[in-house]
């Protein structure tokens, strides 16, 4: 069978149910790689655009270049510096097309795997990022498949309802078929979203039902799971903060209240500048760990793949 390549570094992250935390992760774990001191390319690979607008706070061309890149094989132009060691090639409605398109773009010959494989290969090999994001949407069957043979690993999250676990076998199925066909996508683990990190014994319950849908991977699930934090999530999507900048902004916000007490000043806030959060450090703390892991899973694979197994 003929190999068809793929990005190296590249993760992707997908569940085809909606909600799952598949945007906030792939937001959460680049902004942490970047503060590291590390590059960082995010491709925003959803016509809704969340993680570029929401997240990053950059609605750039929605979608435009990406789309172009996917038809035509247009060379990939991302948004630089979005943070520090941060490049974004943004998402957004221009890529509802892709999927609309797709049959009748395949039967005039166009490839849309191969067209952003070549051109994110490229791209990558320009610029060396450590590790290529990719976030994709829900559903959207023919930019999935594409985007299945483009990444060289796979993080699949989930919360713990059954229609998320039903999105996780779609999304199974569509991986293993994937493989089928000549992909070299490997899963590197699978992770809870919005879980309760005291429930050890649930949370342990609906990690094994996650690996028997993935056929018996033999893929571990993440140690790490992103707890629940509704004000966190709120805060960070409004004012489009990381999780490190939301930790920033509601101690820099208790320090300028304390110092306006000190002076017997009011208070009061604007609305518009309104945080809910009092303390996300553990929401911070979650990404951090999941960073760490999934970089440590990356740099076991790589090092196996050279043959240089203890
Ligand atoms: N730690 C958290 N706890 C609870 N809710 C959260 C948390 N982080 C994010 N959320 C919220 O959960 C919802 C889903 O998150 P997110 O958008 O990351 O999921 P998604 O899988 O990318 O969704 P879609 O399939 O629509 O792209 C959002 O409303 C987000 O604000
Ligand atoms: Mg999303």
Known sequence: METIP????????????????????????????????????????????????????????????????????????????????????????????????ASSAADNGIDLRLNLVSALYELWGEERYDLILIDSGPGDAPLLDALLGTAQYLVVPTKQDDASLDGVELLAQR????????????????????????????????????????????VDSFQTLIRTDAAGSIDTRRHSFTPSELVAATQSRRAGILKSLRKGEKTGEPDEARLWSRDSSGLAGDYQALTNEVLTRIAERETAALGVVK
């Open 6 to 101: 793929y990005v190296p570094r590249a993760v992707l992250v997908a569940n085809q149910k909606g909600g799952v935390g598949k945007s906030s992760i792939v937001a959460g774990v680049a902004s942490m790689v970047a503060g590291g001191g590390r590059r960082v390319l995010v491709v925003d690979a959803d016509p809704q655009g969340n993680v570029s607008k929401s997240d990053f706070g950059e609605a750039g061309d929605q979608g435009k270049g990406l789309a172009q890149t996917l038809h035509y094989s247009v060379p990939l132009e991302p948004l630089r510096g979005v943070r520090p060691n941060l490049d974004l090639l943004p998402g957004g409605s221009f890529l509802s097309m892709v999927s609309s398109t």
């Open 175 to 218: 991986y293993l078929r994937a493989r089928q066909n000549g992909a070299e996508v490997q899963l590197l683990g699978m992770l809870l979203f919005d879980a309760n990190p005291r429930a050890t014994v649930r949370n342990r319950e609906v990690l094994d039902q996650i690996t028997d849908i993935l056929h018996g991977s033999g």
